[in-house]
């Protein structure tokens, strides 16, 4: 189990060895459309999008009535909010690369 404190990044690395780093990231409220291992398929690119880019970014996750909010931080600052859905890896990606040419 992750602390606050760990880095989500460091804990993904050994994601062959089970998903419990991506837990907190599932969002079951979508299941109808995207069961665990296909949401599993869409995080776990955006990880790997935020430790290339080797800035300061962090994804955030929050439950909210209708499902979770990602929310994609720069430096602490505000640079997306997603929901769950099919293009969820493509529209972070797209905004990380965006914000890394600043």
């Avoid at 776990?44 to 990602?70: C, E, H, M, N, W």
Wanted: contains cysteine; charged residues 35%; aromatic residues 6%.
């Amino acid at each position: 189990m992750m602390n606050a404190d760990d880095n989500p990044i460091a804990a993904f690395g050994s994601a062959e060895e089970g998903d419990e780093p991506l837990k907190p990231y599932i969002d079951p409220s979508v299941f109808d459309t995207l069961d665990k291992k296909e949401q599993m398929d869409l995080i776990a690119p955006v990880f790997d999008a935020i430790t290339l880019a080797g800035v300061d970014f962090d994804l955030k996750v929050q439950d909210s009535a209708t499902g979770k909010r990602y929310t994609l931080c720069k430096n602490e600052e505000v640079v997306d909010i997603v929901s769950m859905d099919k293009n969820f890896k493509d529209k972070l990606i797209e905004a990380i690369e965006k914000n890394s040419e600043e």
